[in-house]
């Protein structure tokens, strides 16, 4: 067996340690279990569209062994019209296809999610997710997809038959959803919909934003935060269908709601934002603290130089892939530490004559060897250290050009 420092070239090109162990409890044992109907997903990371992509998820599989990564919305229409840019985007690499991944399709015609699925099945991912709950105007008011679907769960049984059919068993299909739309969110609305979806459209798995959807009159970032979050209803939810697999969705920024749910008897917990804006925080203790795992894991000056070579590798050969795009799953890494904005700062003054390893390696200079070093779920020291003045801080990553 390879030790656990080999490097070897992994998911999506990427240098990774995890050969040996993960590899053997990888695909094949995830596959296993959910054709078996066990969706044990304790811990996920939200579908976020212009978030979790394939860089995104090679970065945050290289924290966190265990953690369920979901891919962008895939559009029905792009994956049957154009393969080539579905192929670039979507499809995982074959040398190793480890750890839990979910692949989420959106559209509402039934024939052409159908034939998207069928497509995808190869992909290399555990599981095809349908979008029920995305309340964006870019979704539900184009084709009448995303949340909209939640008012016509018939449709949305006849289109989860036929993406299992298409895929001949092979992935499992599952649903994402709101706990309602509209003045549609009683409670009994959910549970029918639950019901329908579950005994026609053989769905065992359903993923649950416990916020309704507002799909007039407030942004997906207001749906966000306004409608109210009722808990209540998944785990009414979980108790009425004992033979489903329920995941809970909204509102969870940290791990430590993570292990309310979870001890709350919810079956998963997805947590979304928060993984964006700070995913070390978000990821470094998944594996640990929810799965139980002893590894030690690794520092962030070693998951970000390999991550820094893999991306300076992309820019070289991918087709228009930009380093904006290749350093955004990192540039929140060191969120709420000592030199944090220098850290950002700095990348965003070299990125555009430096190579990204280049950046990195001159922006880790402006932190303590202490922050670089520190393995997840060590704790912070009770220290503060003095900022030096008149260096602004990088608010977005879309400022580095």
């Known amino acids: 067996m390879e030790s656990s420092s080999s490097r070897i070239v992994g998911c999506y090109g990427f240098v990774s340690v995890y050969r040996g162990t993960l590899t053997r409890r990888g695909r094949t044992m995830v596959m296993n279990r959910r054709m078996e109907g066990e969706f044990a997903d304790k811990f996920s990371v939200a579908p976020m569209m212009d978030v979790t992509d394939l860089h995104f998820n090679t970065f945050a599989r290289s924290i966190s062994k265990h953690a369920t990564l979901w891919s962008e919305m895939l559009v029905d229409s792009t994956a049957i019209y154009n393969p080539e840019r579905t192929e670039r985007f979507f499809k995982l690499g074959e040398d190793l296809r480890v750890g839990p991944t979910v692949l989420q399709l959106g559209g509402s015609d039934p024939n052409k999610l159908a034939q998207a699925a069928s497509y995808v099945q190869d992909f290399g991912y555990d599981e095809i997710n349908l979008n029920c709950g995305c309340p964006s105007d870019r979704v539900s008011g184009k084709g009448c997809f995303g949340a909209a679907l939640m008012k016509t769960p018939d449709l949305v049984a006849d289109i989860t038959a036929r993406m299992s059919a298409a895929v001949r068993g092979t992935v499992p299909i599952s649903v994402k959803c709101r706990i309602g739309v509209d003045d549609l969110d009683s409670y009994e609305s959910l549970r029918h919909f639950i019901m329908t979806v579950s005994s026609k459209g053989d769905v065992k798995r359903f993923v649950i934003h416990a916020r309704k959807a507002i799909l007039k009159g ?10 109210p979050l009722k808990y209540d209803y998944v785990y009414r939810l979980i108790e009425e269908f004992p033979d489903l697999y329920f995941t809970i969705n909204g509102g969870v ?3 430590n709601q993570v292990e309310e749910h979870l001890a709350r008897g919810a079956h998963g917990v997805m947590l979304g934002r928060a993984a964006r804006d700070r995913i070390w925080d978000a990821l470094g203790g998944v594996d640990a603290r929810v799965y139980g795992d002893l590894d ?11 991550y820094a070579e893999y991306a300076d590798n992309e820019f070289k050969n991918a087709k228009r892939v930009s380093k904006v795009v290749l350093v955004k799953p990192f540039i929140s890494a060191f969120h709420g530490e000592d030199n944090g904005r220098l850290f950002r700062q700095a990348i965003s003054n070299n990125i555009r004559t430096m190579s990204i390893y280049e950046s990195v390696s001159h922006a880790f200079k402006r932190l303590d060897d202490e922050v670089l070093d520190r393995l997840p779920g060590q704790p912070k020291p009770e220290r503060v250290l003095s900022q030096p003045t008149g260096i602004a801080e990088l608010e977005t990553v879309a400022d580095i050009s």
């Open 218 to 227: 407030l942004s997906p970032a207001q749906n966000r935060s306004i409608p």
């Open 253 to 255: 920024q940290d791990l």
């Open 296 to 306: 030690k894991g690794r520092s962030r000056r070693e998951i970000i130089l390999e």
